[in-house]
């Protein structure tokens, strides 16, 4: 809907139905003697789970001044996983690998001379199966468009912390994938 030519909101919801998806089932591990001594940790994968998402999604853009643009966004995610059988599936345990509510917060600012300053809060819900917590990540980008078609910016993420945890490793939990602070230029030339 837009409202008023300075104001425009968008909200969607979905609503999925899945079946034979793919599951991995760990089996006992096991100590094999050759080549050499190892431990094996076997798993069979199949099309046994099924499942459910469900979410909505909000967002909003308004411009009280000329030179002045804010924007907003929440959502949310829902997903439950259930496996056939008797023994669960490492995937239908892993449901909980996404977060199920983001939220995030930008405003741009015209400076004039075809410079654009902007600034945003990203919060992104935890990870509830894992020891991955809630974090809250700024961002900031400063740019010149000399010009229509070409951009010149740089930009800064995660300017609040120098690193966090965004997602668990896939097999062995021995060292999660941290996101650093970043500062970086970028060029962008539209044809």
């Known amino acids: 809907v837009q409202p008023h030519p300075r104001f425009s909101a968008d909200w969607t919801a979905f609503y999925h139905d899945y079946d034979d998806l793919r599951s991995t089932v760990g089996l006992p591990l096991e100590l094999r003697l050759s080549p050499v001594p190892h431990l094996a940790f076997p798993a069979t994968v199949n099309n046994a789970l099924y499942g459910e998402s469900y979410g909505t999604e909000i967002s ?74 809630a974090y809250v990540a700024f961002e900031a980008r400063l740019a010149w468009k000399p010009t229509p078609r070409c951009e010149l910016a740089i930009i800064g993420r995660n300017l609040f912390d120098p690193h966090h945890r965004e997602y668990p490793p896939e097999i062995i939990t021995y060292r999660y994938t941290e996101v650093d602070r970043a500062v970086y230029a970028k060029v962008t030339w539209r044809f």
Not at 72 to 77: G, L, N
């Open 60 to 133: 909003a853009r308004w411009q009280p001044l000329d030179a002045w643009r804010l924007r907003a966004a929440y959502s949310f995610q829902g997903l439950q996983l259930h496996a056939r059988g008797p023994v669960p599936s490492q995937t239908e345990i892993d449901e909980g690998l996404n977060p199920q509510q983001q939220l995030a917060l930008w405003s741009d600012l015209d400076l004039g001379r075809q410079v654009e300053w902007g600034v945003g809060l990203r919060y992104v819900d935890e990870l509830p199966t894992t020891p991955i917590a």
